[in-house]
């Protein structure tokens, strides 16, 4: 099974929060990261945090960590339209494998008006 | 300053075919990492070069074959292609250790 999990849905409605929540299990993991994936497209890289920090900010979004529980969350707010998409947990583990990420399986996230 | 950029951005090939993917990462960066994205799998990272070197390795047969030149420009190889490598192969670059990985548009592939 994979190592990085992720609830599969969510569905908020426009102005409101959205919060994606994720789970790793690696302890050894030194960077997570949240991708944002729309149709047809690549992934672009919304924000990160090293492993230990507790919480980044960067406009709307807001990374929440508990390094205790391996959870990672990823606050957006005020969700709009043009919010809609597939959201990706990603973590790098150790220094000798800073170039690997293993995803999650994703959080399709629909903005509803 | 130009992001990933990967070429052909759509691929049809038949099965046995082989097929080489090609990857040119933002200027300076070293790294360069590919990875395989299907409905049924999700992204699975299938290797990682950085300075012409491989420096890690996924679990993917050895059909999966890669390379990297010194300009870091990195290219991707398929042989013996079966339907089951129908997929949309992205290739992400960074700067290294320590450095977040920018992700092209892929190479949607594919397989007949």
């Known amino acids: 099974g994979e190592d990085v999990e992720q609830s599969l849905f969510l569905s908020v409605r426009e102005g409101d929060s959205s919060v994606i929540n994720c789970t790793y299990t690696?302890?050894?993991?030194?960077?997570l990261y949240w991708y944002k994936q729309e149709p047809g497209a690549g992934l672009q890289l919304l924000t990160y945090i090293f492993s230990n920090m507790d919480m980044k900010q960067d406009q709307r979004l807001t990374v929440l960590l508990n390094k205790k529980d391996k959870h990672l969350s990823l606050r957006i707010a005020d969700t709009q339209t043009g919010d809609s998409a597939i959201y990706f947990c990603a973590e790098s583990r150790r220094t000798d494998s800073w170039g690997k990420l293993q995803f999650g399986a994703g959080t399709q996230v629909v903005v509803t008006p | 300053k130009a992001g990933v950029t990967q070429t052909p951005r759509y691929l049809i090939k038949t099965r046995g075919q082989q097929v080489t993917l090609s990857c040119s990462p933002i200027?300076?960066?070293?790294?360069v990492s590919w990875y395989q994205q299907t409905p049924g799998q999700g992204l699975q990272f299938l290797f990682e070069y950085f300075s012409e070197t491989q420096r890690n390795k996924g679990n993917f047969p050895g059909r999966f074959s890669g390379r990297q030149f010194s300009n870091s420009r990195s290219e991707m190889n398929v042989s013996t292609l079966e339907l089951g490598d129908s997929a949309l192969y992205l290739c992400a670059s960074s700067l290294g250790q320590g450095n977040e990985q920018f992700f092209g548009p892929g190479t949607r592939l594919t397989v007949l």
């Open positions: 200027s300076g960066h070293r790294s």
């Open positions: 690696d302890s050894s993991s030194t960077y």
